[in-house]
């Protein structure tokens, strides 16, 4: 018999707590709810976790520390629950490693699909990018240390990346001299459907090019393909 995916819920509001505990049991899953930060830890240090739904507003460290300090050891997918959905709070979550965002209010129901989503997509990752089963991967110069999630230049010169980065940076490599389009990008990093006026590929992709030292002005790793999206426009290779 297959194990049930067990989700933790990190949220200070008891009553969330237990709606989202009982209605995730009720769906398959096994489920921890805890209030804090402290607890969180101490769940993770006692039981295997699939993923966890984590409140940005917590009483303590933030949600926000504690994605940072989860991201320095663990891929546990991560959905972060915010009251505000401004694009600021959107951004700030991705780049801190989250792997997707909802605002409060939001239905059960709409939580349950995006769990769904994330573990999916989690888990379809091509397994020569999987942390354990690649230690680096190569390109234009780069390697990109999968283990330690950062990179290193051809002088040996590590920079880290933050979790939105790393994320986009494994799609790109994933999918090279292929065209991927805004809405693309958006569904394979965070599972859904992208708005229209929602820009933060666009500023994702440009803090990438920074990190990579590529020219905005005329890029030659992350190219720009007008009307239809962005290409990792060089060669790819797998180090073991």
Known sequence: METPDHILVVDDDAEIRGLLGEYLRKNGYEASVVPDGK?????????????????????????????????????????????????????????????DYLAKPFSPRELLARIKSVLRRARSLPRNLRADHAGRIAFAGWRLDTVARHLVSRDDVVTSLSGAEFQLLKIFLSHPNHVLTRDQLMLLSRGREADPLDRTIDIQVSRLRHRLGDDPADPQIIKTVRGEGYVLAVAVEVER
């Open 39 to 99: 607890a969180m830890w101490a769940v993770l240090a006692r039981a295997k976790v699939d993923l966890i739904v984590l409140d940005l507003m917590l009483p303590g460290e933030d949600g926000l520390t504690l994605c940072r300090k989860l991201r320095g050891d663990s891929d546990t997918p991560v959905i972060m629950l915010t009251a505000r959905g401004e694009e600021t709070d959107r951004i700030v979550g991705l780049e801190m490693g989250a792997d």
